[in-house]
C-alpha cells in the first residue's frame, strides 16, 4: 500500500545552515510527490511538486527512485523557513493525495 | 477572502447537536476534499468528490455526512459526534482531469474549522 514516511518529528538548525527534510515513500509504479508546507497562523499551501523540478524559496527536491526518497533541501536555512512541511502523495487510486506526519523545522539565529 | 473559505473557524458541539460545516472555493475547481487533522496523526483523507460526484468515501463513520451541491461549495454535517471526533477539519480543491484524477495539480486548502465535542 501506498504510505508516506517523515521520520523527523522536529528539525532544530540555526540560520545560515543546511537544511534536509527527510520524506520515504512505499508506492506501487511511478508517483507524483509534494512538498506542502504550513508557516504559523497560515493554511497549507503547495511548497513543489517533483514533476515542475522547481526551486521555490531556494528549497529543492530530487526524487530518488532507487531509494525511494523525495527529500526536501536548502542549502541556507533562514528564520522564516520555520514551519511545519508535509510531504504528499497520491493514494493508489490518484484520486486524492496522502500525507506524512509532518516535520517541524526550527530555525533559530 | 479568495481561494478555499472555510466556515465557521472554530465550533464547539455537544454530542447530541448536529451541525454543519462549510466550504466555498471561486477557483474554477471541480474537486474538492475533507480532511481530519487530528494531533499526532497524519492528515486523513475523509471524503472526495470530483465534479460534484463523491469518488471516495475513506471507511468515515456515519455521523459525517457530506453534501456536494455544486463545484463551489461543499458541506460536512455532524451529528451525535464523539469527543475523539475533535480535530482540525480542512477542506481543499484542485482542478480534476476528466479521468477522475486530480492530484498532478496539487491542492489549495482552506484555513480550517477547530472542532470541539464536549
Known amino acids: 500500500a501506498q504510505r508516506v514516511t517523515q521520520p523527523e518529528k522536529l528539525l532544530s538548525v540555526f540560520k545560515g545552515a543546511p537544511v534536509e527534510l527527510k520524506c520515504n515513500y512505499s508506492?506501487?509504479?511511478?508517483?507524483?510527490l509534494f512538498w506542502y508546507v504550513q508557516y504559523s497562523r497560515q493554511r497549507l499551501q503547495l511548497l513543489l511538486r517533483h514533476i515542475s523540478r522547481e526551486s521555490i524559496k531556494g528549497f529543492t527536491a530530487d526524487l530518488n527512485k532507487g531509494e525511494t526518497s523525495f527529500h526536501l533541501k536548502k542549502p541556507f536555512a533562514q528564520e522564516e523557513d520555520s514551519a511545519m512541511y508535509y510531504c504528499?502523495?497520491?493514494?493508489?487510486?490518484?484520486?486524492?493525495?496522502?500525507f506524512g506526519k509532518g516535520t517541524t523545522l526550527s530555525v533559530s539565529s | 477572502e479568495t481561494g478555499v473559505t472555510q466556515t465557521p473557524r472554530h465550533l464547539v458541539m455537544g454530542m447530541t447537536n448536529k451541525k454543519s460545516l462549510k466550504c466555498e472555493q471561486h477557483?474554477?475547481?471541480?474537486?474538492m476534499y475533507w480532511y481530519k487533522q487530528s494531533a499526532k496523526k497524519p492528515l486523513e483523507l475523509m471524503f472526495v468528490?470530483?465534479?460534484?460526484?463523491?469518488?471516495e468515501n475513506n471507511s468515515v463513520p456515519s455521523r459525517f455526512s457530506p453534501e456536494c451541491p455544486n463545484s463551489s461549495h461543499l458541506f460536512l454535517h455532524l451529528h451525535t459526534l464523539q469527543p475523539e471526533d475533535s480535530a482540525l477539519y480542512l477542506c481543499?480543491?484542485?482542478?480534476?482531469?476528466?479521468?477522475?484524477?486530480?492530484?498532478?495539480?496539487?491542492?489549495?486548502f482552506g484555513s480550517g474549522t477547530r472542532l470541539t465535542v464536549v
Open positions: 508506492y506501487s509504479g511511478s508517483p507524483e
Open positions: 477557483l474554477g475547481h471541480n474537486a
Open positions: 481543499a480543491s484542485s482542478h480534476a482531469l476528466t479521468t477522475g484524477t486530480q492530484t498532478s495539480y496539487g491542492y489549495t
Open positions: 468528490y470530483n465534479f460534484k460526484e463523491q469518488t
Open positions: 504528499a502523495l497520491p493514494n493508489q487510486a490518484g484520486t486524492a493525495l496522502i
